[in-house]
């Protein structure tokens, strides 16, 4: 079967080898992939055997912090190498581990690579998050006996879809895995579906409810003291998203002079051409990142162009806007903003969020447009109308708080491999 993988790889390599380069996902770090580890890193994986988590990317990332924190509470004699696949994930993975742990790229999953990896890192462990399913990682950990634990798993319509149609190639894949610990009874029954076993299978929830807990501020209180007036973010948006907000805010001025704006692209990479976009618009910008050198803020705008800030800047907001939700597929992640008690607004594409939009939207915990002209209409009410905003705000802090906990109920299933480690 390795061989069968191997050939499925070289030729999914093949032709996404043009995409690779026109979109330039090519970034520093990525010949790491091939299993060319630098030797100061081959030099500190040597010191001691490891519990390897997997996160391909910022909201995988998110999701396992809280894990990584409490195993390395459980288990301080072994070390934690955390592995991810974008840039965006590999330098937020970086800003939340601590100086002694290691931050990695991920294995291109070539039989070749795969084995260079697992020689060096000496994994004990391997946790990888949500949908991520890897045929010669899994194959290669476990005929070496190391245990793989899926946490936070789900897997979305589209997905399942997929992966039904191929089961066949992937049931000896997810028979090397120890236990999946899934997001919900959904997620579960679609695990179940693909042939695995029913006693490896656990719906514990959503870890990423469990980040909501910590509304550490990151000193943007001190940052934003000079905005008197309420504050509007919109996270993680996405092209075209960007232009409906700057038309939207240009026309809540008009009745309410003194908002101010913080838009923060999901891409960094993007600051520039959102940049230029604000000034088509006859508005200027201040950058986070000039703020955080110490320039003094002048602008009702400020646009992120860092990474690892957004959950801190939204403690700032009165009103949170979610991107990839009203152009784009599937939406990001409002469990944040959710819980710290901000109203959030979202568009009506949240389909990788599923389940949260179910228990948020449930609760009546969260409010959904469906253009441009709602976003303007929704964003009116909740400036002219504090006690609604107050109670969509509230409602999303209790339901968020009514099923946190998913990260203690994984470790629960996960104890006794921990205890062997």
């Given at each position: 079967?390795?061989?069968?993988?191997?050939?499925?790889?070289?030729?999914f390599?093949i032709?996404?080898?043009?995409f690779?380069?026109?979109k330039?996902?090519?970034?520093k770090?990525?010949?790491?992939?091939?299993?060319?580890?630098?030797?100061?890193l081959?030099?500190?994986l040597?010191?001691k055997p490891h519990?390897w988590?997997?996160?391909v990317s910022v909201?995988e990332v998110?999701?396992?912090?809280?894990l990584v924190?409490?195993?390395?509470?459980r288990?301080?004699?072994?070390?934690?190498?955390?592995?991810?696949?974008t840039?965006t994930?590999?330098?937020?993975a970086?800003?939340q581990?601590?100086?002694q742990?290691?931050?990695i790229y991920a294995?291109?999953d070539?039989?070749a690579?795969?084995?260079?990896f697992?020689?060096?890192?000496r994994?004990?462990?391997?946790?990888?998050?949500e949908?991520?399913?890897?045929?010669?990682?899994f194959?290669?950990?476990?005929?070496k006996?190391?245990?793989?634990v899926?946490?936070?798993?789900?897997?979305?319509d589209?997905?399942?879809r997929r992966?039904f149609?191929?089961?066949?190639?992937l049931?000896?894949?997810?028979?090397?895995v120890?236990m999946f610990?899934?997001?919900?009874?959904?997620?579960?029954?679609r695990i179940l579906?693909?042939?695995?076993?029913?006693?490896?299978?656990?719906?514990?929830g959503n870890m990423k409810?469990?980040?909501?807990?910590?509304?550490?501020?990151?000193?943007f209180g001190?940052v934003?003291?000079?905005?008197?007036?309420?504050v509007?973010?919109?996270?993680s948006?996405h092209?075209g998203e960007?232009?409906?907000?700057i038309?939207?805010?240009?026309?809540?001025r008009i009745s309410?002079s003194n908002l101010?704006?913080?838009l923060?692209p999901?891409?960094?990479?993007?600051a520039?051409?959102?940049?230029?976009?604000f000034?088509q618009?006859?508005?200027?910008v201040?950058?986070?990142?000039?703020?955080?050198e110490?320039e003094?803020?002048?602008s009702?705008?400020v646009?992120v162009?860092?990474?690892?800030?957004?959950k801190?800047?939204?403690?700032?907001?009165?009103f949170?806007f979610?991107?990839?939700?009203l152009c784009?597929?599937?939406g990001q992640n409002?469990i944040?903003?959710?819980?710290?008690?901000?109203?959030?607004?979202?568009?009506p594409n949240?389909?990788?969020?599923?389940g949260?939009m179910?228990i948020l939207?449930?609760?009546k915990?969260?409010l959904?447009v469906?253009?441009k002209?709602?976003?303007?209409?929704?964003m009116d009410?909740l400036?002219r109308d504090?006690a609604f905003?107050?109670k969509?705000?509230?409602?999303?802090q209790?339901?968020?708080?009514a099923?946190?906990?998913?990260?203690?109920?994984t470790?629960e299933?996960?104890a006794?491999?921990?205890?062997?480690l």
């Amino acid at each position: 079967m390795v061989i069968v993988y191997d050939l499925i790889f070289v030729v999914f390599c093949i032709l996404y080898s043009p995409f690779l380069f026109l979109k330039r996902k090519w970034h520093k770090g990525f010949g790491m992939r091939f299993g060319f580890l630098p030797a100061e890193l081959k030099r500190a994986l040597a010191q001691k055997p490891h519990i390897w988590v997997h996160a391909v990317s910022v909201g995988e990332v998110m999701a396992v912090m809280n894990l990584v924190k409490k195993l390395k509470q459980r288990v301080p004699h072994i070390g934690i190498v955390v592995s991810t696949v974008t840039p965006t994930g590999y330098a937020l993975a970086r800003t939340q581990m601590d100086e002694q742990d290691l931050v990695i790229y991920a294995p291109l999953d070539f039989s070749a690579a795969v084995h260079r990896f697992i020689h060096h890192i000496r994994p004990v462990l391997y946790i990888i998050a949500e949908t991520e399913i890897w045929p010669n990682i899994f194959c290669a950990l476990a005929k070496k006996g190391v245990p793989i634990v899926q946490v936070n798993g789900r897997i979305s319509d589209k997905g399942f879809r997929r992966y039904f149609a191929v089961r066949f190639l992937l049931r000896p894949v997810l028979k090397c895995v120890r236990m999946f610990c899934m997001q919900s009874p959904l997620d579960r029954e679609r695990i179940l579906a693909l042939g695995v076993a029913e006693e490896k299978v656990h719906a514990v929830g959503n870890m990423k409810l469990d980040q909501a807990d910590d509304p550490e501020r990151f000193g943007f209180g001190n940052v934003f003291r000079t905005w008197k007036g309420p504050v509007w973010v919109a996270g993680s948006t996405h092209p075209g998203e960007e232009d409906i907000i700057i038309k939207v805010y240009k026309t809540l001025r008009i009745s309410f002079s003194n908002l101010r704006l913080v838009l923060a692209p999901r891409h960094i990479d993007r600051a520039d051409a959102v940049g230029s976009l604000f000034k088509q618009h006859g508005l200027s910008v201040q950058r986070l990142s000039k703020l955080l050198e110490g320039e003094d803020l002048h602008s009702d705008i400020v646009l992120v162009d860092t990474i690892g800030h957004l959950k801190h800047l939204y403690c700032v907001a009165d009103f949170v806007f979610i991107g990839k939700s009203l152009c784009g597929y599937g939406g990001q992640n409002m469990i944040e903003p959710a819980a710290l008690g901000k109203p959030v607004v979202v568009g009506p594409n949240t389909q990788n969020f599923k389940g949260i939009m179910d228990i948020l939207l449930q609760n009546k915990a969260i409010l959904q447009v469906r253009s441009k002209i709602e976003l303007r209409n929704t964003m009116d009410k909740l400036l002219r109308d504090p006690a609604f905003a107050r109670k969509i705000g509230q409602s999303a802090q209790n339901a968020i708080q009514a099923h946190q906990g998913a990260t203690e109920r994984t470790l629960e299933k996960m104890a006794p491999i921990l205890k062997n480690l």
